[in-house]
């Protein structure tokens, strides 16, 4: 990781630990100390802060939105945790299972406005476009995590809807991020939605390689057990690929996997991988990660800036999809 990348994370922790909620109700503001104290990569301020850095920009101007920014996705996980009943969140117990789902509710509600107040921060001459953009980007969201969970009660589901369910749910919040702070920045309209285009298939890669992790990777490295996504029943890109690829024997052994509960979860995996490998998709699903990788640094090599200074940006996409931050 670069010098320039520790600095600007290094800021943005200060920042955050300077947003102390010690006040009354202690109920309502401990479990957001908690969850915004509880670690994180802090990618996507930071992505806002190396898009203002490319193009020169003011960090006293862009920090407060950036961190409104992760406010907002830290909210949306705790919202998340509550709906996938998800006890454990970066390790820790999830603030629903800390606490319960009330106080989870409403806290995260206050973090919801927490972010708007940052974000709110943005110099007067570009706050209704940064107000506008973040808006639009909280529907997508929200758009994403309903497309997500219809998917749990489909048969089928398409690989383009894939797609654009994970673009909406994972790639448009990183994706305003950098367009934040480009139009702080003073970017030209066409450079920062070149960067919002960078984004967003940057996240889309992103995904699709947390699906192959999921299965393929390295248990130590990927920092949880293998074959979660099978045992859940969750639409990936491979599951979705595999009954569009499977033969009539190896959809046999997909549906029997899926839907027969007389599997552990062991058998249950060591069937699908194993259908998996033989339908080619451990190298099918990285192609597509590389496709929409490749396709990200299309758009940040339009953008009319010297290369030394995009440097930090493709360092970040490429550890972030490669899983080295």
Not at 36 to 50: F, I, Q, T
Not at 148 to 157: A, R, S
Not at 177 to 191: N, Q, R, V, Y
Not at 279 to 287: F, G, R
Request: charge should be neutral; include cysteine.
């Amino acid at each position: 990781m670069s010098s320039k990348i520790k600095d600007y994370t290094s800021q943005i922790n200060r920042y955050i630990d300077a947003i102390k909620l010690v006040k009354d109700p202690k109920e309502l503001y401990l479990p957001v100390d908690y969850c915004l104290g509880n670690g994180g990569k802090r990618v996507r301020p930071l992505m806002a802060l190396l898009a203002a850095d490319l193009f020169d920009g003011n960090m006293e101007q862009v920090i407060g939105p950036a961190v409104g920014m992760e406010i907002f996705h830290n909210f949306t996980l705790m919202h998340d945790d509550i709906m996938d009943e998800a006890p454990l969140r970066r390790g820790k117990p999830s603030v629903y299972k800390k606490w319960n789902s009330n106080t989870a509710i409403l806290s995260g509600d206050v973090m919801f406005a927490m972010a708007i107040q940052h974000i709110a921060r943005s110099p007067e001459k570009h706050l209704k476009t940064i107000l506008d953009l973040f808006n639009t980007t909280v529907i997508e969201v929200c758009e994403g995590q309903q497309y997500d969970m219809n998917f749990e009660t489909l048969d089928k589901v398409a690989e383009d809807e894939y797609i654009n369910m994970i673009r909406l749910k994972t790639a448009v919040l990183p994706a305003a991020c950098l367009k934040t702070g480009a139009i702080i920045s003073g970017a030209l309209p066409s450079e920062a939605d070149l960067l919002y285009k960078f984004g967003e298939n940057v996240g889309i890669a992103f995904q699709i390689m947390d699906d192959w992790l999921d299965i393929f990777g390295d248990e130590e490295s990927f920092g949880k057990k293998t074959g979660g996504d099978i045992v859940a029943n969750k639409k990936t890109w491979l599951y979705i690929k595999a009954f569009e690829l499977a033969n009539e024997g190896q959809l046999r052994d997909l549906r029997n996997a899926f839907t027969n509960r007389i599997y552990n979860p062991e058998e249950k995996i060591s069937i699908v991988k194993n259908v998996y490998l033989q339908l080619n998709l451990n190298k099918l699903a990285l192609d597509k990660m590389e496709q929409f990788n490749k396709k990200a640094f299309s758009y940040l090599d339009r953008v009319n800036r010297p290369e030394d200074k995009k440097k930090e940006l493709k360092i970040l996409a490429e550890n972030l999809i490669h899983r080295k931050i």
